[in-house]
């Protein structure tokens, strides 16, 4: 056998050399000259310099592939490190037994465990849930529909004796499929409203269980809340937003909530604001709700809520302040421009009413006045006052007094009217008998009919001829055209007392409360007794060579002063009492 093995291998050599035509390829024992011609002609010489050069190109060679190698799995390393790894390192059989074990634990436990029973169930002991909260953000806060949002982690912490293990690891992260096979605590949110659990890209939930059979649910949520909110102290205003938790179907006799580690029991991600609030404080404590069901074990935790003012401010506060003291400016304009002062403050009251309306959008149409209504209110009250006094301007003074402004380039004859100077001399003789004087005017009156007036002025000098002007009489609208026009004259020689008595711009001889009084209640006495004033002044002047000017308004003048200090006053007190305000939170003030 062994010599039949021997020659095989012979024959397998020879072929070989056969086929590479005994290139480079000796034998022991065989010189070239004993070989054949061709593969002697084409053999080399076998020197110490050949071996050293084959060698070389077959350490080269070798090097080169190893680089190539090394390349090739460095390659793979960078792209898939860990899966190449993985292939490439088979599971160790530790690996593979825990994994094994793991498995077998989890079908041990769950194979006599039943998920509807609690876990003290038959212990006359209530499950304890402990809660923790870590909230990411919160807002927006709703004043319309008194609600606000905010995104948590919502952790629950519970034991489970039934599901303890021995093994040679602490805790297990359990998939969430697990979920449905063990049992949960049903939480729910009292006051929620559109809470949901994040599910992209999988739903964000995590499920721990420990040696012991603690049992870690944590889960991301979107919780919707209702907030209920006072509104009085609008936009100066605190609000305590309340959350609360508890079980939906089992009582404290089964099943209580605890807040975990109390102190940091509802905690939040550093650097979290809100835009339009500032969270002033936190409150949660552990309390019994009852219900129709029996009593249940509620958590409760309040923010407490500042409101930023610097908005309101910039889009309410300041631009009211600014048109009411625009529509002032009618104050200082002639009043005589009748249509300038009502049109600015008609356009300052429409104003108002587009800011006031836009200030409403926001909020609900609750029951009673916020604040910033109180302003609104105030700031509308100012710029109809403007308009009013106004009013009083032009009623009390203007047509009161019958002022006409003076036209220099009219002039009438008093022959026009089918007057004579003898006649007028004739009517005022006549006037001594008919009529006295009036001791309070100064001025004679003669009338036909007491409807009837018509004041002028006796001129300077009758038989001159002078023509006198045609504003320094005034004639009211006649009820009968027919009736002849009564005349009065001021007496030649009271020129000083006519100085001397009052106009509508100066405070007459009857007090200036019993004047305000008689012109509200609109007596026709003293009207007409401020017209014939006003009339026996104009002629003076007339008199005098002085063109007629239309003085400022007594009520001008004082609504130049008082307006301004009654609204620094309002806003003093109005900043004093909202501002300084601070609602102190308890639980018995928070609705829950």
């Not at 050599?13 to 290139?23: D, F, N, V």
């Not at 559109?194 to 499920?207: D, E, Q």
């Not at 603690?214 to 100066?236: H, Q």
């Amino acid at each position: 056998m062994i010599m039949l093995r021997i020659l095989a291998s012979c024959l397998i050599c020879l072929s070989l050399l056969e086929r590479q035509g005994g290139e480079g390829i000796t034998t022991a024992g065989t010189s070239p000259e004993q070989l054949p011609l061709p593969v002697a002609s084409k053999m080399p010489l076998i020197t110490s310099e050949f071996k050293a050069s084959r060698i070389y190109e077959s350490f080269r060679a070798l090097s080169t592939v190893q680089g190539k190698s090394r390349l090739s799995r460095r390659y793979v390393n960078d792209t898939s490190a860990y899966g190449a790894q993985r292939k490439a390192r088979p599971r160790t059989a530790s690996a593979d037994m825990l994994s094994r074990n793991i498995s077998s634990i989890l079908e041990n436990l769950l194979k006599r465990y039943e998920q509807s029973q609690l876990p003290t169930h038959g212990q006359g002991l209530p499950t304890v849930v402990r809660t923790n909260i870590l909230i990411r953000s919160m807002g927006p806060v709703s004043e319309l529909d008194m609600d606000y949002s905010m995104d948590c982690y919502f952790r629950q912490y519970w034991r489970d004796k039934r599901l303890s293990f021995q093994g040679p690891i602490k805790s297990l992260s359990l998939s969430i499929k697990m979920l449905d096979k063990i049992w949960r605590p049903d939480t729910y949110f009292y006051n929620g409203k559109h809470s949901h659990i994040h599910t992209i890209t999988v739903p964000n939930k995590l499920l721990r269980l420990d040696q012991d059979g603690g049992i870690l649910y944590s889960m991301r949520l979107t919780i919707k809340a209702t907030c209920p909110m006072e509104l009085k102290n609008f936009p100066m205003d605190r609000q305590s937003c309340p959350l609360i938790i508890g079980s939906y179907g089992y009582t404290n006799q089964q099943l209580v909530y605890e807040w975990q580690n109390h102190d940091d029991a509802v905690s939040f991600v550093p650097g979290m604001t809100l835009n339009q609030f500032d969270l002033i404080s936190m409150m949660h404590r552990n309390f019994t709700s009852t219900r129709r069901e029996g009593d249940f074990s509620v958590l409760h935790v309040a923010f407490n809520l500042k409101r930023h003012t610097g908005y309101f401010l910039i889009q309410v506060y300041v631009p009211c302040i600014l048109i009411v003291v625009l529509s002032w400016v009618s104050f200082w304009i002639h009043r005589e421009a009748t249509s300038d002062r009502v049109g600015l403050c008609v356009t300052a009251v429409l104003t108002l009413s587009t800011i006031s309306l836009d200030s409403r959008t926001d909020l609900p149409k609750v029951k009673y006045a916020t604040a910033l209504d109180w302003f609104l209110l105030m700031s509308f009250l100012y710029c109809i006052a403007t308009l009013l006094e106004f009013a009083g301007v032009h009623y009390f003074t203007k047509l009161g007094s019958g002022e006409i402004p003076r036209i220099d380039d009219e002039w009438e004859d008093i022959g026009a009217l089918g007057y004579s100077t003898g006649e007028i001399a004739d009517a005022a003789e006549a006037s001594d008998d008919s009529e006295p004087a009036n001791s309070d005017s100064d001025v004679f009156v003669f009338a036909d009919h007491d409807a009837l007036h018509c004041e002028l002025p006796l001129p300077a000098d009758l038989n001159g001829g002078g023509y006198p002007k045609r504003n320094t009489f005034s004639c009211p609208i006649y009820n009968n055209q027919q009736q002849e026009p009564a005349h009065i004259f001021p007496r030649l020689s009271s020129h000083a007392s006519t100085m001397e008595r009052t106009t509508q711009t100066e405070p007459p001889a009857v007090s200036r409360m019993r004047q305000m009084w008689l012109c509200l209640k609109g007596d026709v006495k003293f009207r007409r007794q401020r017209e014939r004033d006003a009339a026996a002044e104009k002629s003076v002047q007339g008199r005098q060579g002085a063109g007629y000017v239309n003085s400022i308004s007594l009520i001008d003048r004082v609504a130049r002063v008082a307006f301004p200090m009654t609204f620094a006053l309002f806003n003093l007190l109005y900043w004093l009492a909202y501002g300084m305000y601070k609602k102190e939170f308890s639980w018995s003030m928070i609705k829950a």
